[in-house]
């Protein structure tokens, strides 16, 4: 089968993705099995899946800057520069989402439990956040 043909009506046939990007969307994935089972059907043995999101800040001050920022900080200046409360209040949403991230573990734990090995999680600046999993040869 040529690459071209690989997704026929949206959905990727078994075992035939090299590669899954997933960037700063797992917050506003209702079913984490769901999806990372799905992710684990298309990939090729040996296939990586990278997920990318922004995760609250672990040290109590940084959490709390972080807040003070994303919170009222981004959106006040949104306000000021754009004039348009709609626009503001996506950007208090945006903290609100980030707020509610389950915790690195979970997450963790729902990739190995959906069959991927060396799960990992790398954390740059205290919050920039790359899980990355394989499914098994």
């Not at 990278?50 to 959490?63: D, K, N, R």
């Not at 003070?68 to 903290?95: G, Q």
Request: hydrophobic share 45%; charged share 25%; glycine share 8%.
């Amino acid at each position: 089968m040529r690459r071209d043909q690989a997704v026929i009506n949206g959905i990727a046939p078994d075992g035939t993705v090299d590669f899954i990007s997933f960037g700063h969307a797992l917050r506003h994935t209702a079913d984490l099995n769901e999806a990372f089972a799905e992710f684990h059907r298309v990939l090729r043995p040996g296939g990586i899946l990278l997920i990318l999101e922004i995760l609250p800040h672990a040290s109590p001050w940084g959490y709390r800057i972080m807040k003070l920022y994303l919170k009222h900080l981004v959106p006040f200046a949104t306000t000021l520069m754009t004039a348009n409360r709609k626009a503001a209040r996506l950007m208090s949403y945006y903290w609100e989402t980030l707020d509610q991230c389950l915790p690195p573990e979970r997450i963790l734990e729902a990739l190995r439990g959906q069959g991927f090995a060396d799960a990992e999680l790398r954390i740059r600046n205290g919050v920039f956040g790359d899980f990355r999993a394989v499914r098994p040869a």
